[in-house]
């Protein structure tokens, strides 16, 4: 787990969250360094959005703390929230509103003067692609569009944490292609990210570091590199010969980093002792036994993998 | 930003979703209509057959203009300004910015009141325009001012009921059915109080009575004209005098009590999700 640094923008410590006997967070520690893209994962119901409203004050733990900037949102929402920006799942918009308007009542919120506002609307509404639509109200829009406001509306304060709740859901590819790269070059202009998402593929892609939280539990916390490695029990090559034969079989079974070899037709599943990628070590021992290569692949290893198996119980490695 | 400022933002914002409500516009055209009728159906039908002096009838149309739908159009704003937030899950948008939650109430219950000051403003222009136009001109208009915040005064107390419920409940439909319930039940109870009183002498039923929500709602208004220019002569009813202090009491307490009840609720408790 990572441990609470004094570089933390995001404190999350021994956080109980009950909701009448159902305990819905339980001890969840996590922190959250600045330039991280941290990626929040679990399945529906353990704890995510539970976990993201009490780090913006909207619930009052039962037990534990956060810290935002190291200021507790719950007793001092004015400092701590200044420089937050929030895009909530699937939001639902004042529809009284158009676009700008919004913007700049939450321009407002945030204490943004008339020049800043009327900027930041501009260049915002730009970058979430809604130039056209900017003076339409809200209820004319479709649910990507509103998910595309309220990324430019997360935005308005300049925030120094950003916290999404499922920024991408609804939006067509285009702009979920668009909005990684945004997050990513938010991240390396020294923000820091916080995504909830059930997109495994997409936090692979843009996520420095990984949560993953099972009901209401974190069973793990760390860099994405750790988590793969974390919950991989082994790494696999798959060996397509032309001929598979039982001398190949028992050699590359006797070799000190192969655990074992599973066949099935011509193709061989050598378990690996060690992650490490030893692809040209296993060639050479198939040359040396007169084998024809026909492929050799390191079986890939996803985040997928390693959060389902986090999710089973999987030991860590 | 200064508590007053964020205290304005939200102010501004509540006004916008109040006035976006195409039925809030719809019952303040409804009770202008229903004023101008009352006025016109006077000067039409019974200043003709009364012999009564009709420079201050301008106080009867303005008192007359507030009657049901003032209370409809405060039970309604007020419903709906706390509710409707957590029903759309706005709530969560609008608190996950820096503010308070105490900031945020005042300015939503500043916000929806004033909705309710302009349009009791407009029905009192609306009275005092109508009665110079039908029935010459008018005196004691000086009071025009004083009779106009004794009416929003008095529309405190379901301004506030209706707030309160809005919050507790977090449910608009039934913060208004709740605070509507409770405007007829106390007007129909204040009735039979009150005859009870005239019948038995027995003072209980007068303190009963005046306790009730519309006792002090309904008067407070009256009770400072009286207290301002004496009894008027009304074709429709007499503007009766009585204790304004009492009555002005009775709204602080309706109005503290529902205030303070609505912010522990909301400062005490979770900002609870939308509903699905």
Redesign the interface.
């Known amino acids: 787990m990572n441990t609470l640094s004094s570089q933390s923008v995001i404190t999350v410590s021994d956080l109980t969250k009950f909701y009448g006997d159902f305990k819905a967070l339980d001890a969840v520690s996590f922190a959250v360094e600045k330039g991280w893209v941290y990626g929040y994962l679990g399945p529906n119901g353990a704890g995510k959005t539970t976990t993201i409203r009490t780090m913006l004050g909207l619930l009052k733990p039962d037990q534990g703390e956060v810290q935002i900037t190291g200021i507790n949102p719950t007793k001092d929402p004015v400092h701590a929230l200044q420089s937050v920006g929030y895009a909530p799942e699937l939001p639902t918009l004042q529809t009284f509103f158009s676009g700008e308007q919004l913007m700049e009542f939450t321009g407002k919120m945030f204490g943004l003067d008339k020049l800043t506002r009327k900027e930041k609307i501009n260049q915002l509404i730009d970058l979430v692609g809604l130039k056209e639509w900017g003076n339409k109200k809200i209820g004319k829009y479709s649910k990507g569009m509103v998910q595309r406001l309220s990324v430019a509306l997360s935005l308005i304060n300049d925030p120094l944490v950003l916290i999404m709740d499922e920024p991408t859901i609804g939006m067509d590819p285009e702009a979920t292609a668009h909005f990684r790269n945004l997050f990513t070059n938010l991240s390396k202009q020294g923000k820091t990210v916080f995504i909830s998402s059930h997109l495994l593929d997409e936090v692979q892609r843009i996520c420095t570091h990984v949560g993953m939280i099972n009901r209401g539990k974190m069973v793990f916390d760390g860099p994405i590199t750790q988590v793969l490695e974390a919950f991989t029990r082994k790494w696999v090559v798959e060996a397509e010969l032309e001929k598979v034969t039982k001398r190949m079989i028992s050699g590359l079974e006797k070799l000190d980093y192969v655990e074992d070899v599973e066949v099935e037709g011509n193709k061989l599943r050598i378990g690996l002792k060690e992650k490490k990628d030893l692809r040209g070590e296993i060639s050479s021992e198939i040359f040396k036994r007169k084998g024809v290569l026909l492929s050799l692949n390191l079986q890939k290893i996803t985040l997928e993998d390693a959060y389902l198996r986090a999710l089973r119980g999987g030991e860590q490695k | 930003?200064s508590f007053v400022?964020?205290v304005a933002?939200i102010l501004?914002?509540e006004w916008?979703?109040a006035l976006?409500k195409k039925w809030v516009l719809a019952l303040i055209v409804l009770a202008i209509a229903f004023q101008t009728l009352i006025l016109v159906a006077l000067a039409q039908f019974i200043a003709t057959a009364l012999e009564v002096e009709f420079d201050t009838i301008w106080v009867v149309g303005v008192l007359q203009g507030q009657g049901l739908f003032v209370p409809l159009i405060a039970i309604i704003i007020a419903g709906g300004s706390m509710s409707e937030e957590y029903e759309?899950?706005?709530a969560?948008?609008?608190?996950?910015?820096?503010?308070?939650?105490v900031e945020y109430i005042t300015g939503k219950f500043l916000g929806g009141f004033s909705v309710l000051c302009l349009v009791e403003g407009i029905t009192t222009a609306t009275g005092v325009v109508l009665s110079l136009g039908l029935f010459g001109p008018q005196s004691e208009l000086q009071i025009a001012p004083v009779l106009f915040l004794a009416i929003a005064y008095s529309s405190l107390v379901f301004f506030s009921l209706s707030f309160m419920f809005s919050e507790v409940f977090r449910r608009g439909t039934l913060a208004m059915f709740t605070a509507f319930g409770i405007f007829i039940a106390s007007s129909v109870v204040s009735q039979i109080l009150s005859l009870l009183y005239l019948s038995t002498g027995e003072p209980l039923y007068d303190y009963i009575s005046k306790g009730l929500p519309t006792w002090s709602t309904t008067n407070f208004a009256q009770f400072i004209v009286s207290q301002l220019i004496g009894t008027l002569q009304s074709p429709l009813q007499p503007i009766s005098s009585g204790d304004f202090q009492l009555a002005a009491a009775i709204i602080a307490v309706y109005a503290g009590a529902s205030i303070v009840i609505a912010t522990v609720r909301l400062v005490k408790s979770?900002?609870s999700?939308?509903a699905d």
């Not at chain 2, 969560?92 to 939650?101: F, G």
């Open positions: 930003m400022r964020r933002v501004g914002y916008r979703r976006a759309r899950g706005t969560d948008i609008l608190l996950s910015k820096p503010i308070t939650k979770d900002v999700k939308k």
